[in-house]
């Protein structure tokens, strides 16, 4: 492991994704980067104490209103921010670093569909991974 004994990407007191791989996921469509950074975050959401971690309920509200996006909206997308600043002020713990990866990600789709559809995967694959490390 890496700093200081923390997995990469994690910082004291939070997760941290770099702006430069968020850009290679929602804007480049880098799938590897997408894989990779989507299972340390999904892993990260499901360590720690019961009110630090993120449920599975709460995650798949951002997915499910995401995957009813059938036509790309970008007004759409930008009110699914406020949302996540509700359940990060609610829930608070681990819920506070999603909302900051998935606000700094929203931000960089603007109004390109194929942005959002590689946003979209990297959401879907967060829920996906944080299932796979035990998400409940």
């Known amino acids: ?18 702006e430069a791989d968020l850009k290679s996921i929602v804007i480049g469509g880098d799938a590897v980067k997408l894989n990779d950074v989507a299972s340390k ?11 630090e971690k993120v449920s599975a309920s709460q995650i798949r509200g951002i997915l499910d209103h995401l995957q009813r996006m059938y036509k ?3 007004n759409e997308l930008q009110l699914l921010r406020p949302k996540l600043a ?3 002020g ?3 713990g681990k819920v506070n670093d999603l909302q900051k990866v998935a606000d700094k990600a929203i931000t960089m789709v603007e109004a390109d569909k194929k942005r959002f559809e ?3 995967n990297f959401f879907e694959a967060i829920v996906a991974y944080h299932r796979f490390h035990g998400g409940k």
Not at 1 to 18: S, T
Request: charged fraction near 20%; charge should be positive; aromatic fraction near 14%.
């Open 86 to 88: 509700y359940a990060a």
């Open 1 to 18: 492991m890496a700093y200081g004994g923390r997995n990469p990407g994690q910082e004291a007191g939070g997760f941290d994704v770099q």
């Open 72 to 74: 790309f909206d970008p």
């Open 118 to 120: 590689n946003f979209r």
């Open 90 to 92: 609610r829930h608070g």
């Open 41 to 51: 975050l999904g892993k990260y959401c499901v360590t720690g104490g019961e009110k």
